[in-house]
T-cell receptor, first 112, second 112 residues
Framework: GENVEQHPSTLSVQEGDSAVIKCTYS??????FPWYKQELGKRPQLIID?????GEKKDQRIAVTLNKTAKHFSLHITETQPEDSAVYFC???????????FGSGTQLTVLP | EADIYQTPRYLVIGTGKKITLECSQT?????MYWYQQDPGMELHLIHY???????EKGDLSSESTVSRIRTEHFPLTLESARPSHTSQYLC???????????FGPGTRLLVL
């Protein structure tokens, strides 16, 4: 089955700096890669996703890049703000008939 | 408003009790899921369903059971709660042709 590894497990950045979280996956047939943000005590919420036919996707301060050859994808947050502090999860899926496999999460702390 | 609802939000119960965690969604989704998550930690899939009368076990072995008699309802039952069941339980749903999952607010369970 699919295995998703996520690094780092914790990340602290100064407000205004950029943050990068990386994930690798094992199943070359995976073609859908979402990122979820979970604030303390809240439910995970989808913040951005990418499909395998695209190499990069941006939404304001958030971007995701995908390298299918190397089987890794990354979340980039620019101009970080204190409200970006949360746990971020990556995930991978082979398609709608398959389940999402989640990474172990990254605790991002943005220091004021 | 279309959403996923979970009740109760918090539950403290004694060992050996039978409990049912409720999940309902007004998203019109066919696929539903149950995850177990310790706070801020990895999400573990314990059960999922493709639709009415469909239930499957997930990656994490669980002593719980589920049923899917109605499209919008996916309850999870623990026949005999134990302290090892103490965790947060998240319900999610997705459209049949898309992998994007939307999460409910979760039920925090404490078994004494």
């Amino acid at each position: 089955g699919e295995n998703v590894e996520q690094h780092p497990s914790t990340l602290s950045v100064q407000e205004g700096d950029s943050a990068v979280i990386k994930c690798t996956y094992s199943d070359s047939a995976s073609n859908y890669f979402p990122w979820y943000k979970q604030e303390l005590g809240k439910r995970p919420q989808l913040i951005i996703d990418i499909r395998s036919n695209v190499g990069e996707k941006k939404d304001q301060r958030i971007a995701v890049t995908l390298n299918k050859t190397a089987k890794h994808f990354s979340l980039h947050i620019t101009e970080t703000q204190p409200e970006d502090s949360a746990v971020y999860f990556c995930a991978a899926s082979r398609g709608s008939a398959r389940q999402l496999t989640f990474g172990s999460g990254t605790q991002l702390t943005v220091l004021p | 408003e279309a959403d996923i609802y979970q009740t109760p939000r918090y539950l403290v119960i004694g060992t050996g009790k039978k409990i049912t965690l409720e999940c309902s969604q007004t998203m019109g989704h066919d696929k539903m899921y149950w995850y177990q998550q310790d706070p801020g930690m990895e999400l573990h899939l314990i059960h999922y369903s493709y639709g009415v009368n469909s239930t499957e076990k997930g990656d994490l072995s669980s002593e719980s059971t589920v049923s899917r008699i109605r499209t919008e309802h996916f309850p999870l039952t623990l026949e005999s709660a134990r302290p090892s069941h103490t965790s947060q339980y998240l319900c999610a749903s997705s459209e049949p042709s898309l992998e994007t999952q939307y999460f409910g607010p979760g039920t925090r369970l404490l078994v004494l």
